[in-house]
């Protein structure tokens, strides 16, 4: 019978999950940030030359995210443009929820999943695997580049940026910030307030106003979504 798991319970199958994987290990969330612990037993599963299929869909990874992956060969990206889903599973067992493999998720919000054996439920095991299997076929896998961090002042870090800008009269986000003085995360506040972006989960999305102003919402197949702005733009 399948399982109902709150908060708690859906980290802990989910660490099981990954820790029992012998044979293959899939990863559907569109926000993806690794803490501590799910970064070591990846790297235990890494090791183990387990196949590990990591499907994303919302947002660029971070340069700490994208050096991190790239230092594990037997784990392969890919990015889905409309994912939604969140699920996890390997050969014996899924998990369907509503949390994504994300820190601040894991931590802070209120989520439900349930666990899924699939010698108790097989059939929904089965159902599961396949939709899950389509939305690897239709994803675009990533090749991970290694990514510059430069190291600021204060201790926070942006990312050198791995994407070509529209000639010289638009910026990405981190260079227009780095142009203007500010932080990335300082710059996204004041695009927020400024009604230029709003939020979509843990990330932003770009917003009618926001198109009016000159932003642009691109897709990089190597490093996913992101927004170009242009250099003369009133914040």
Not at 63 to 91: D, G, M, V
Not at 216 to 228: A, I, M
């Amino acid at each position: 019978m399948a399982k109902f798991l709150n908060t708690s319970a859906t980290n802990y199958y989910l660490e099981e999950l990954i820790k029992a994987a012998r044979e293959r290990l899939i990863i559907i969330s569109p926000f993806l940030k690794f803490n501590d612990r799910i970064r070591e037993l990846m790297e235990d599963k890494d090791r183990m030359k387990i196949d590990v299929r990591i499907v994303y869909g919302k947002s660029e990874l971070a340069p700490q995210e994208i050096n991190w992956l790239r230092s594990l060969a037997f784990i392969r990206t890919s990015f889905c443009q409309h994912l939604h889903a969140k699920c996890y599973l390997n050969e014996r067992s899924a998990i369907i929820t509503s949390m994504n493999l994300y820190d601040f998720s894991q931590v802070n919000n209120n989520e439900m999943g349930v666990f899924v054996d699939r010698n108790q439920e097989p059939d929904l095991y089965r159902e599961t695997y396949e939709e899950a299997q389509r939305l690897i076929r239709v994803s675009d896998e990533v090749r991970l580049a290694a990514e510059k961090v430069e190291p600021k002042d204060d201790g926070h870090e942006i990312a050198a940026e791995s994407v070509e800008e529209n000639g010289f009269d638009k910026l990405t986000t981190s260079k227009l910030a780095k142009a203007l003085g500010f932080k990335t995360g300082e710059l996204n506040e004041k695009l927020l307030g400024g009604g230029l972006i709003e939020r979509d989960g843990e990330h932003f999305k770009l917003t009618s106003k926001g198109k009016a102003e000159g932003g642009e919402f691109r897709f990089s197949k190597k490093f996913g979504p992101y927004f170009l702005w242009p250099v003369d733009i009133r914040l």
